[in-house]
T-cell receptor, first 115, second 115 residues
Framework: DTAVSQTPKYLVTQMGNDKSIKCEQN?????MYWYKQDSKKFLKIMFS???????INETVPNRFSPKSPDKAHLNLHINSLELGDSAVYFC??????????????FGPGTRLTVL | AQKITQTQPGMFVQEKEAVTLDCTYD???????LFWYKQPSSGEMIFLIY??????QNATEGRYSLNFQKARKSANLVISASQLGDSAMYFC????????????FGEGTQLTVNP
């Protein structure tokens, strides 16, 4: 049983298109996250939801919009894709806020390539 | 704001030997967590070990131990009896305190285990 799953694993698309990445966790966690890993492998948080409520919204272009239909799912929609959006996007989840010290478990990542 | 520094872009170790991966952090928070993750070439992010700032004992998980020196703000990962499968990128991260649940990652250390 996969704890945190993401679809698709690979996404290749043209500049200007709109695409979505889906994430699901079966750990019963309350908090979910999106991280971006750039070409230099640097990981940076983008968004976080706790029980469907947005709690972290880093300086990310408005073209990126997360949506959490329930606490087990967190999707990422990206409008008007740009070359610079090419990266690996990781979904993660943790039990609850607990002062931010709960272990975050990551999904397998989605490698987005914008041509 | 929290910051993680990993000064070793690449490390090499012989199989069956121990290796230490360095991590220093910068935070003004009293309560925080320190994490290590492994990213093999397949790309997934695997949680290895956690240390809370108030934990007096160094964390251990199997062949992994965290050498926590609070006064020096260091949280080095020690891998004992290295195996070929340990070859991967290793990330140190911190979370909690005023940064809430966001994890701040270092730039990573690429470990290569030689036979």
């Amino acid at each position: 049983d996969t704890a945190v799953s993401q679809t698709p694993k690979y996404l290749v698309t043209q500049m200007g298109n709109d695409k979505s990445i889906k994430c699901e966790q079966n750990l019963g966690h309350d908090t979910m996250y999106w991280y971006k890993q750039d070409s230099k492998k640097f990981l940076k948080i983008m968004f976080s939801y706790n029980n469907k409520e947005l709690i972290i919204n880093e300086t990310v272009p408005n073209r990126f919009s997360p949506k959490s239909p329930d606490k087990a799912h967190l999707n990422l929609h990206i409008n008007s894709l740009e070359l610079g959006d090419s990266a690996v996007y990781f979904c993660a989840s943790s039990q609850d806020l607990a002062g931010g010290q709960d272990t975050q478990y990551f999904g397998p990542g989605t490698r987005l390539t914008v041509l | 704001a929290q910051k993680i520094t990993q000064t070793q872009p690449g490390m090499f170790v012989q199989e069956k030997e121990a290796v230490t991966l360095d991590c220093t952090y910068d935070t003004s928070d009293q309560s925080y967590g320190l994490f290590w993750y492994k990213q093999p070439s397949s790309g997934e992010m695997i949680f290895l070990i956690y240390q809370g700032s108030y934990d007096e004992q160094n964390a251990t998980e199997g062949r992994y131990s965290l050498n926590f020196q609070k006064a020096r703000k260091s949280a080095n990962l020690v891998i004992s009896a290295s195996q070929l499968g340990d070859s991967a990128m290793y990330f140190c991260a911190t979370g909690g305190g005023t940064s809430g649940s966001r994890l701040t990652f270092g730039e990573g250390t690429q470990l290569t285990v030689n036979p």
